[in-house]
């Protein structure tokens, strides 16, 4: 693959690259540069964590990008994620490796590296530099990246999280942060102080943050924080499509989604089309009795896009359709949970556990 193929599937990852110049350059000098993810271990995986992630990771390990995901179990422990149940937690970022590998994700090229078992004293130096470089205003501003707003009463451990993840950047010696743009703040942080420390810019790749299916809120926010106001939540169960649903919980959801006929903007199940339908199919059906059109194909979403917008396909053939695929994809998820053993204990673990903010 050369630099023009590698750049262009990186940049239909990227919805923002900081910068791309930047990247160019690592791509020109590095065959296998590292890229850092991580994910707080909270609860049941839902389909942005789990497919969506994975179809991303399996774009960048194709461009010979290498992953260390940072599962970030003392974090989701700091947010006060599943009542701060250590055990829990830990639990559940097991459950969440089981989903990615029955989903198809390159493991092969991802290293799972726990939080708990990698902070040492040089970690805990850094966090203590990035402190003494910034405010807490600045810090707070970054209360995003936790599922949290700047208003919003922190913790005393809340307040050290944005330092403790910038530190993981750097600790884990990684060239590019590939993180959703929920996580632009402190990207942008640790780039700024990056040199302050004595260490190499991390180039941001920012994916887009798949929307809830419920209709979205007036907010009155815009730009990056009105996309990420969209997105799917784990507090809200009809919002989000889990890994492990069943098929027909996936079609109540779907049924129940909001999906203006012909409105494409802030429409969830076309975006469902999007970024994890096309991905996967080569050609989407829609199949409708003859009276109703009849069975019509497509092979690019634009063209799906532009027959909805004109309302020659209803909101409900679009949302049976795409649930139909959606139940496909999670079909060998259902069947490893159904048939392994030991992932089939850990689910029944987390099922068991309380979904908390």
């Known amino acids: 693959m050369d630099l023009k193929e590698r750049l262009k599937l990186i940049e239909e990852v990227g919805e923002e690259i900081i910068t791309k110049e930047e990247l160019v350059e690592l791509l020109k000098k590095k065959k296998n540069p590292i890229a850092y993810d991580g994910f707080e271990p909270s609860g049941k995986i839902h389909i942005a964590q789990g497919l969506l992630r994975s179809i991303n990771v399996n774009k960048l390990t194709k461009t010979g990008i290498k992953f260390k995901f940072w599962v970030a179990d003392w974090f989701a422990l ?14 559940v970022g097991k459950y969440f490796i089981e989903v990615w590998k029955a989903c198809g994700m390159d493991v092969k090229n991802v290293e799972f590296l726990w939080a708990s078992e990698h902070m040492n004293q040089d970690y805990w130096l850094t966090v203590i530099k990035i402190g ?4 807490v205003t600045r810090i707070t501003r970054c209360a995003q990246i936790m599922g949290r707003s700047e208003s919003e009463k922190l913790s005393a ?5 944005p330092c403790m993840q910038a530190a993981d950047i750097f600790n884990l010696k990684v060239d590019i942060a590939q993180l ?6 402190v990207n942008v942080l640790a780039r700024e102080i990056a040199p302050k420390l004595g260490y190499k810019k991390p180039i941001a790749i920012h994916h887009h943050m798949l929307m809830g299916l419920n209709k979205p809120q007036e907010t009155g926010l815009t730009g990056v924080d009105a996309g990420i106001a969209k997105k799917m939540s784990k507090s809200n169960p009809d919002s989000a499509i889990f890994m492990t649903d069943s098929k027909t919980e996936v079609e109540r959801k779907f049924n129940k ?3 203006p006929e012909g409105g494409s903007i802030d429409n969830p ?3 469902y089309c999007k970024y994890i339908v096309f991905e996967k199919v080569k050609e989407f059906v829609i199949e409708r009795p003859e009276k109703f059109g009849g069975v019509v194909k ?3 979403y634009s063209d799906l896009e532009d027959d909805f917008v004109a309302k020659k396909i209803h909101p409900l053939d679009l949302k049976k359709a795409t649930a139909k695929y959606i139940n496909e994809f999670l079909e060998p998820v259902r069947q490893h949970f159904e048939k392994n053993a030991k992932a089939k204990a850990l689910l ?9 903010k």
């Open 257 to 259: 989604a909001y999906c």
């Open 298 to 300: 497509y092979k690019s």
């Open 348 to 356: 029944k673990k987390v099922q068991s556990y309380e979904v908390t």
């Open 78 to 91: 700091m947010n006060n994620k599943l009542g701060g149940d250590l055990e829990k937690i830990q639990t």
């Open 180 to 185: 959703g743009m929920d996580q632009r703040k």
């Open 269 to 271: 199940v076309l975006e």
């Open 132 to 135: 003494t470089l910034n405010s």
């Open 157 to 161: 451990a809340q307040i050290f999280y």
